[in-house]
């Protein structure tokens, strides 16, 4: 029996699906990065004739339309009692009697800011403030 000597073939490197998954990146990154800008905390602060500034204050709770808490910019895990009176305490520290501001979305549930002010009340912050934004033509709405 007399067997045919094989050629060896040398492997080539087909670049088209190389290209494609390159492709693919490619656009995966250019959408991904486009959305980057909306992950930050969007709030619609109600209109009112006089404007609270939330820089000056000790203790800066915010609420967005989904009812999700942030307290002085730092999002909490979820939205139970406990959490938030454990991240208020954290956050008010050794302060002797400090300014709580709620800002509030204008979409937030109602429970939420309750919720907020009940928190506050239990731990003896007393002096809340709610932050608006200025109305467009200076008086109240």
Sequence with gaps: MRFRARRSEEPEINLIPLIDVLLMALIFLLVTTSFAKFAQLQLQLPEASSD???EDAAL???ID???QYFINDKQLLNATPEVLRQAMLEAVNTRKDPIVVIQADRRT???AV???MDTARRLGLTH????TQQS???SAP
């Design 52 to 54: 609270t500034k939330p």
């Design 128 to 131: 809340l403030t709610f932050a």
């Design 114 to 116: 309750i919720r907020v």
């Design 109 to 111: 549930p109602h429970e």
């Design 65 to 67: 339309a989904k009812g």
């Design 136 to 138: 467009a033509d200076g």
């Design 60 to 62: 800066r709770v915010s």
